[in-house]
């Protein structure tokens, strides 16, 4: 499989903007409290791709090199916050409402769901420690919205081996996630 | 074991027991060795957990693609998906009834139908849209709620291509892009004559198939779906890009706005530039950039000869040129036609999409188009645009046609006899004169390199209206427009700042001259608005040319201000009046002996005064020139008042007034770039933005800044080689020349490049002692003189080669003589005066 990534100082460019715009956007989705419960990250990823898709002449190919640098950044934006969240939540006592906390639609129509995103990252850094291919592949998905085709294709993996992996990681983590709540009580 | 290969056995495990049935499962775990038990007992503990987890983590993305696969909807069948967007996804289908074989793009919305009155709305609207059958119109089928309450849209499948790409792709002429487009526009007038208005007209719903026929989708769905009900808030996935501004503020949406986002179209279609590239902002500030500015001509923004490309450079990998179209093509017709359909207040647009496209067709017919407001004078510029060697031929046989007329009507006149023929005879001559004067010159004044031409016009024309007239007429409006031709003449001649012969004397002969006749008019006439505009402009201009001699003579400026503001309370609604009032308190504020204090007061005053005008008349040049100029010389002002505090040893001073002249310097600056778009071709504003930049890099040099100082410098080099190569006759470009050396120069001196500087100093000297000999009456070429060779004195001095010194000391001393004998007081040359 060839992916054409254009030349790396365009994308690093690129790269930065994108994490300018990913930022503001995701800054002013969760600083509106009534916004929050409509966020969903993947759109804020996939829309920063559209905006500087008009603006540059990305590579149709570049597009989920693209993605899967960006679901990076999504992931280290909405961490940074829900770190800022809890900071102040301690200073204040007052109440917050639960920003740290990001909503996913996880499918069409049925009950969303909702991820604590700090308890996330720290399962997530220990899958990673373990098998960073895996933490990779969590982050892609859910963090950039890439479908398991897509992220296949970023892997150089077929897609059978995408979804095992996947499924492996995300049971693991979701228990790496259940035990470590039992922890905290 | 490693914590690797511990890892890696788990995975196996786990995926071969997740593979396995459930009733094999305990079979497989009993076979694994003890060694392996408990990694065995944790995959299995996980995989329970793995129903538990349902779809944690996982995606609507994918899921959602996969519930429409194959799904169905209406009598269709979904096959695969096309394309998704932020406002949903578009399938391709198939009829599943057996019926036909027809292929369809289902587009299915990803905003639900909560409400009955929803849903209603949405089939009333689809009977309606279903209605419009036009070759150019996407049918639309059939449309309908999917089972998740999503409203979908079934129609005709369109092999094509977005118009833009069609013609980027195709590299089609300007003739080529307009009939493109004139099928678009008569789809669109069709659906508005059947009371439908499309709302989301843009390129991608644009498109055009390989055999070259447009064909518009949407039309009428963003009505169904109210997408524009609220464009403005960010993270809405629909860019305002083509969006009205009538839309973006959420006003009533008429057929207008249709025939705004048509023209919006047709100017990305010419020039290749998208709307966000045009107003330079991003989608997040884009709404508020369309409902208050305004757009460069189309033919101007495609050339984008400086500064826009300069202020976005994110934006230069933009691979959008357009090769196959040049900016000649689009400039006067195409351009007033594209600028009429997108004017802000769609009052003022076209009044239907058909007299639009009437343009366009008169346009490509080579027809009179309607676009122009002042039809009279646009004839005259359409003559003189379509060739500058015909014009001036042309003109020679008016000229010819005009003697011999004049002739005829001063002897008629003398021998009294005919008077009636006479009569009108003098009434054409004077019409003929007035148009050479007035329309011809005007046009002919935007061209570069037009100077020659210019004085040759309007003393031509004025030789007729002295051949029919007499200086002591007692005609108010004649003596008027002989008194105008008087201050033409005298500005092409040698009016300061202005691209002129730089024959100053006889300039202010004929700026007298014509305060003289304006002088009798308004005596005749004292309450003719006309004349009243005329004496304040040729008292105004008066002087401005006399200061070139160093006389000032600031009573000219205030009763130039005096009758002003009579005229101003006489007829308070001409805003260009107030404009130009505002413009003579500049120039009276230039010359008054008020301290500097009391004189920046005055130009923060006319800013505030000036900001008062902006909202009533956002595109008035004058308006913005006063701004522009009495931030720059507030700017200067500040400048010089820093160097003088160096002089005197005080660097922190001389920092914050640096520090401020930058701030009103860049103010300066934008107004400068706002005026040259608004009139890009005027190389007045080119002129202005030179001196802008200048200032700009000469202050960030004071500062130190020297990359920025080198930035701004370039960039007026660059303007100044754009005038010269443009106007190599017009003798002002030497004077900037000098400025722009003398930067160069204190950059080399800043840097520490001594030998640098020296080499500027020396070949700067020459230019200036030469162009000095040429116009010895020219004070400034007098400053500039002495200015580079006391600088090549001091160098020689530093470097002590006393001989040398002592030889431009000569020189110095005959230039201090000289500049006595002017100013009737010793200037230094020292860079104060012109730095």
Partial sequence: ?????????????????????LRRLASFHLRSERRAHTLRPTELVHETYLRLLKQHSIDAECRVHFLSLASTIMRRVLVDHARRKKRAKRGS??????????????????????????????????????????????????FGGLTFEEVAQVQAVSLRTVMREWKFARTWLYQHMKEGNHENR | MKIDERWQRLKEIFNELSDASPDARDSIIARISDEEGTIAREAKAMLDVEQEAGSFLELDAAAFTRSMDGAKLGNFCVTREIGSGGMGSVFEAVRDDGEFDQRVAIKVSNR??????????LLIERQILARLEHPNIVRLLDGGIT?????????????GVPITDYAARHLLTVRERLELFLQMANAVSYAHRQLVVHRDLKPNNVLVTPDGLVKLLDFGIAKVLDVESNPQTVGTPMTPEYASPEQIRGDTITTASDIYSLGMVLYELLTGQTPCRLYGVDSLELSRAICSVELPRPSYAISDPMGRGRLRTANMAMNDTVPSVDARHLRGDLDNIILMAIRKDPIRRYGSVEQFADDIRAYLDGRTVTAHPQSYRYRTAKFVRRNRVAVSIALASIVLVMSATCIAVYQAVRADRERQIAEINFQQVRKLANIVINDYHDEIAKFDGSTELRAKLVIDGLGYLNSISTDDSDDAQLLKEMAIAYRKIGTVLGMPYMANLGRTEEGIANQEKSVELL???FKLAPNDLGVRDELVRSYANLAEILGRRNENRPELYEKAVAINEVTIALDPGDIGRRAYGLRLRVLMTDLSTLDDIARSQNYRQIIADGEKLVPL??????????????????????????????????????????????????????????QIVIEPGLPMHRRNLFVAELNLACVLTFLKRLEEAKSHHQAAKRILDQIKQADPANSESTLDEMALLKNSFEMAIEAGLKDKAFSIASSSAKIAERYFRGHSDNNEALLWTGYFHERLFELHQQANRP?????????????????????????????????
Avoid at chain 1, 137 to 142: N, Y
């Fill in chain 1, 1 to 21: 499989m060839v992916v054409a990534v254009a030349d790396g100082s365009e994308l690093n460019a690129l790269m930065a903007e994108a994490y300018a715009e």
């Fill in chain 1, 93 to 142: 006592g007052v109440q917050p409402v639960t920003l740290d906390r990001i909503l996913t639609e996880t499918r069409f129509g049925s009950e969303p769901e909702i991820v604590d995103i700090l308890a996330l990252e720290e399962a997530l850094n220990a899958l990673s420690l373990n098998d960073p291919d895996q933490a990779r592949i969590v982050e892609m998905h859910f």
């Fill in chain 2, 112 to 121: 639900g139908l909560f409400s009955t009155d929803m849903v209603r709305r």
């Fill in chain 2, 147 to 159: 089972n998740e309450r999503l409203p979908f849209f079934v129609m005709e499948l369109v092999d």
């Fill in chain 2, 519 to 521: 002088e009798r008019a």
């Fill in chain 2, 617 to 674: 008349a956002p595109r008035d040049v004058t308006v913005l020139g006063v701004l522009a100029v009495c931030n720059e010389r507030i700017a200067n002002s500040m400048r010089w008042n820093g160097l003088r505090h160096r002089n005197e040893n005080r660097e922190a001073d001389a920092v914050a007034a640096w520090e401020t002249s930058e701030e009103f310097g860049r103010r300066s600056l934008e107004h400068r770039l706002k």
């Fill in chain 2, 803 to 835: 001989r040398e010194a002592e030889r431009l000391r000569q020189m110095l001393d005959a230039l201090h003589m000289e500049s006595l004998h002017r100013f009737g007081k010793d200037t230094p040359f020292s860079g104060l005066a012109l730095g």
